[in-house]
């Protein structure tokens, strides 16, 4: 059980190059989350999954896109970089029904350094 | 007004000290409590939910006090693997919602 992954663990970029992150998880669940972090700024959702083939937008989507394709992965887009969004990257899921709503699990991160 | 509001610190600390973190929220909907902890560049993990009437996990206890819309974590006899970043998380409402996050409290354990 391998719990919730992220790939890559980590990618520098130049302005204006695209990349995809990926973030799986093997525990059927639900609701999947897409975070950066920054110092000073705390975790910041970006967008958010409450099943497969839905999506919504969290507090900072903009340069951001994602997809739900199969329950079990989350892709974070990013079409154009710029280097505000060099940040770390957090991909996290949570069970919707029979368990607890507070134990979100996270993946190890990705950082990203947009140049 | 920020939803989740913590003091940033940090905190340092001798080993064996006892050290409160405080947490205040301005959503007064809000229905489930947690603290979360962070080792440096890692992901968070849940260090343990917080219930109306006080809980406690070994050195850890955790107050929640909804007239005053406050939540409190303390450490008694801090060891130095206690050194992280812990993190106020509110549940506004059971469902698809998604959990608030402060920015965290960061906790140095001195030897």
């Known amino acids: 059980n391998a719990g919730v992954t992220q790939t890559p663990k980590f990618r520098v970029l130049k302005t204006g190059q695209s990349m995809t992150l990926l973030c799986a998880q093997d525990?059927?669940?639900?609701?999947m989350y897409w975070y950066r972090q920054d110092p000073g700024m705390g975790l910041r959702l970006i967008h958010y999954?409450?099943?497969?083939?839905?999506?919504a937008k969290g507090e900072v989507p903009d340069g951001y896109n994602v997809s739900r394709l199969k329950k079990q992965n989350f892709l974070l887009g990013l079409e154009s970089a710029a280097p505000s969004q060099t940040s770390v990257y957090f991909c996290?899921?949570?069970?919707?029904?029979?368990?607890?709503?507070?134990?979100?699990?996270f993946g190890p991160g990705t950082r990203l350094l947009v140049l | 007004r920020k939803e989740v509001e913590q003091d940033p610190g940090p905190f340092n600390v001798p080993e064996g000290a006892t050290v409160a973190f405080n947490c205040t929220y301005s959503?007064?909907?809000?229905?489930?409590f947690f603290w979360y902890r962070q080792d440096c560049r890692k992901e968070p993990k849940l260090l343990m939910s917080?219930?109306?009437s006080g809980n406690e996990d070994g050195r850890f206890t955790a107050q929640l006090n909804r007239a005053s819309q406050y939540i409190s974590l303390l450490i008694r006899d801090s060891k130095l693997s206690d050194s992280a970043t812990y993190l106020c998380?509110?549940?506004?409402?059971?469902?698809?919602?998604?959990?608030?996050f402060g920015k965290g409290t960061r906790l140095s354990v001195i030897a």
């Open positions: 996290a899921s949570r069970i919707h029904q029979g368990g607890r709503p507070e134990t979100q699990y």
């Open positions: 525990m059927n669940h639900e609701y």
């Open positions: 999954s409450v099943g497969e083939g839905t999506t």
């Open positions: 959503n007064s909907a809000s229905q489930s």
């Open positions: 917080v219930y109306s």
């Open positions: 998380v509110v549940n506004r409402r059971p469902g698809n919602t998604p959990l608030v």
